[in-house]
């Protein structure tokens, strides 16, 4: 049975910074591309970062220099680093595992609520 579990959430000032944690259970993790996804209330969901299993990764503009995307194949866990927190980025952050060999299959976690207030 295929796991993402996220994890780090929770409540942050402005400017502040948390780390979210997926780790992933139940598949072959050094050959799945991660995601990190995010919905904000009333907003449509949308790609927030990601890293492929060569370690090549791409983030979303409105998080680019604030966040950093990183994994341990060796701990089949998936990291988001977020600086510089905004209320902006208040949201449902969700991890998804995409297998770089088969595109069509893919999971995803249930998500960690980031809520960023004064």
């Known amino acids: 049975q295929v796991q993402l579990v996220e994890s780090g959430g929770g409540l942050v000032q402005p400017g502040g910074s948390l780390r979210l944690s997926c780790a992933a259970s139940g598949i072959i993790f050094r050959l799945y591309n991660m995601g990190w996804y995010r919905q904000g209330p009333g907003k449509q969901r949308e790609l927030v970062a990601r890293?492929?299993?060569?370690?090549?990764?791409d983030y979303a503009d409105s998080v680019k220099g604030r966040f950093t995307i990183s994994r341990d194949n060796a701990k089949d866990t998936v990291y988001l680093q977020m600086n510089s927190l905004k209320p902006e980025d208040t949201a449902d952050y969700s991890c998804n595992a995409v297998d770089s060999l088969r595109s069509w299959v893919a999971y995803w976690g249930q998500g960690t609520q980031v809520t960023v207030s004064s």
């Open positions: 890293i492929t299993t060569g370690g090549s990764t």
